[in-house]
């Protein structure tokens, strides 16, 4: 009888939702487990709706709806990161994390509460299981946060049901539901926290300019894709009047609105605070430098590929050795930033990410004169889980990697920085992406022979991802002198192999899931 690989992916996400319980055990790491048992059974319910089409937005094909993994990510990172505040004292920073543990539950249950409400027949006992979940989560929450941190889960999950509607239609087959959980409910989240910083912060002259730059250019990237997929409704995009008109629109949302607004939060005018940033050292200077050679040298692989094609089969793809090229180049990047520049890496990030959106953004509505360009030179690399209107999997690469970055914990840190395994966590989209993500994909479809049971991994690519991880973790070490392992060896390995794990089993886009997993892991 064939595994489910749906089974051995549930057993690895509940095995990493003990480890954080035994480690943190308190009554938010309880309603976790419940939370992980009722998304457990949830989970089939929803991937009964894909396999019957009455789900009702039109979600990824191919894959399992990824609630469970989904579901979890979010509690667990709000749980690990209240004991690093608890460590330090920092209160304010605890209750914070207790508030993204409630939010990440919160999201999770009205994705429950969906599934349930359209299954028919009604599924009596998983109702009930739901049900005594639930009512447990929310007894909890009730006797641990204080109103107005009540109201603020209530706003993240009241934009949350308008981002998802929004999205969801406008972006049909681009995600599952886990993966809309996890995407929607972070930019949700996002928002709402721009929304609350932006009144409680202006006039602070002291304000770090830095991490404010993410949450105001994601939501100037989701204001500007959803203004124009709805005006390409009633106007043709192809034409060179709508392609000024979109190139006029984005520059007054950037100069009119975005950066007017950062300086609001920061009380530095960007710009110029942007070019005091860049030029602070000289070492910043050479990695702008190197980076901008690694990007030709991107460009070229992408010529080069394409010219293969046009002097062959239309239908020639880009083989799996050639697109994790681009996860090697992501390596190759994000290491000496790591190593030399974290502020100038995190910004970079940024700056990088907002440009591969608008260049999706110009790809997919046609805008000239690159639109047709990128529709030609991008298609030779789609994956089989671009199956939307937007080609998403590069950028999935980008975020990834950099999300243990955006996400590194600096109030809650201690003056010698994280200890243990916690100085492996701004590395860790770096391990499990750019490292074992493509070990395991090149090692496992050029000598893979042993394959894990219901998937097309093998245990061959596994082994050497875990391996070549291990590996890496030693040039860290070596490299960067703020990492100090102490007697936590065994513990890094343990989460790099449950990870690795997860990587065989798992259908959902693994270059989210990976790296915040590892994340929360190492940072316990």
Not at 22 to 34: E, K, T
Not at 272 to 301: D, H, K, N, Y
Not at 401 to 418: E, M
Not at 427 to 437: C, N
Request: charged fraction near 10%; charge should be neutral; include cysteine.
């Amino acid at each position: 009888m064939e595994m489910d690989p749906v089974l051995v992916e549930s057993a690895v996400v509940f095995a990493m939702v003990i480890s954080v319980h035994m480690a943190v055990w308190n009554q938010l790491s309880w309603c976790c487990i419940a939370l992980a048992v009722q998304a457990f059974y949830v989970q089939h319910k929803w991937d009964r709706l894909l396999r019957t089409g009455a789900a009702v937005f039109q979600f990824r094909p191919s894959a399992n709806s990824g609630v469970l993994p989904a579901s979890m990510v979010m509690p667990l990172m709000g749980l690990v990161l209240r004991g690093r505040c608890v460590i330090v004292g920092n209160v304010y920073m605890e209750r914070f994390a207790m508030v993204i543990t409630v939010i990440g539950m919160m999201l999770a249950l009205f994705l429950s509460l969906i599934a349930l409400g359209i299954t028919r027949p009604v599924p009596t006992n998983t109702c009930v299981i739901a049900g005594i979940a639930s009512s447990a989560i929310l007894y909890t929450v009730k006797q641990t946060l204080t109103v107005s941190e009540v109201i603020e889960v209530l706003e993240v999950l009241l934009i949350f049901v308008y981002v998802s509607l929004i999205l969801l239609y406008l972006l049909p087959r681009c995600f599952t539901p886990g993966e809309a959980l996890l995407i929607l409910g972070g930019i949700s989240f996002i928002i709402n926290q721009l929304i609350k910083r932006s009144l409680v912060s202006s006039g602070n002259a002291n304000s770090d300019p830095l991490p404010y730059f993410l949450p105001v250019a994601v939501l100037g990237l989701v204001l500007l894709g959803i203004f124009f997929a709805v005006l390409f409704v009633f106007m043709e995009s192809e034409t060179w009047s709508a392609s000024l008109f979109f190139h006029t629109m984005t520059v007054v949302l950037g100069l009119g609105l975005l950066v007017p607004w950062l300086s609001l939060l920061t009380q530095h005018h960007p710009i110029t605070w942007l070019m005091q940033f860049l030029t602070e050292s000289s070492t910043r200077l050479w990695l702008i430098g190197f980076w901008a050679s690694l990007l030709l040298l991107a460009i070229a692989v992408v010529m080069h590929q394409n010219s293969h094609r046009s002097g062959g089969s239309k239908k020639h793809q880009a083989s799996t050795t050639v697109r994790k090229y681009f996860h090697l180049l992501t390596v190759l990047t994000f290491a000496p930033g790591l190593a030399l520049d974290r502020p100038l890496l995190h910004l970079s990030a940024v700056a990088c990410l907002s440009a591969l959106l608008f260049l999706e953004f110009v790809r997919y509505f046609r805008i000239r004169p690159f639109g047709p360009l990128l529709r030609c030179l991008l298609t030779l690399f789609l994956d089989e889980r671009d199956s939307g209107p937007l080609i998403l999997t590069h950028i999935y690469l980008l975020i990834g990697v950099a999300l243990p970055i955006w996400l590194s914990p600096g109030t809650c840190t201690p003056k010698g920085g994280l200890g243990g395994a916690g100085g492996l966590v701004p590395y860790a989209g770096v391990l499990a992406v750019g490292v074992g993500d493509t070990v395991a994909s090149i090692f496992g479809s050029s000598v893979g022979e042993i394959r894990w049971p219901g998937t097309k991994k093998t245990f061959e690519g596994t082994a050497t991802s875990v391996f070549a991880q291990i590996i890496a973790v030693v040039v860290f070490l070596i490299a960067d002198s703020s990492i100090n392992l102490n007697a936590s060896y065994s513990w890094v390995v343990g989460s790099i192999t449950m990870v690795a794990m997860l990587e065989a089993y798992t259908s959902q886009i693994d270059n989210l899931l990976l790296p915040l997993y590892l994340y929360i892991l190492l940072l316990l």
